[in-house]
């Protein structure tokens, strides 16, 4: 059983009291017009998620509390959690800094980290940007 603490209000419970959302992290590709985003590009958009074998970033929602999203950062083999945080945050930095080279996630928060801090989050719809790391 996972013990959760939301970031948000507090709420404390088992991960029955929240909603699993899937991966953490994901940019829509960006354009304004839906037809000049690749075919590869929207298929990478909608289905290809990372999976690995240890440290994962994960979306969850606050189901019994403020129903709000949140991110969190688990060790898939151990099942603790490292850290919960803000949805429009970054992980922290020591959490960043623990992931291993041989994990799927490492270097993805690299280039988030360099850009401003108003754009280096989840973007607006304004601002999608498409990343192409995996
Ligand atoms: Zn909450």
Redesign the pocket.
Known sequence: MLLIT?P??G?VGDETDFHYGGQAHIRRPASANPGEVSDEAQRDYLYVRLNPKGLHFERWR?DR??A?WFHMARDTVTMEIKACYGITELPPREIIAQIPPSNPWYGFFDQRQAEPASTAAEPKNAELESTGER
């Open positions: 939301c948000v209000c709420n606050c509390g403020c709000k």
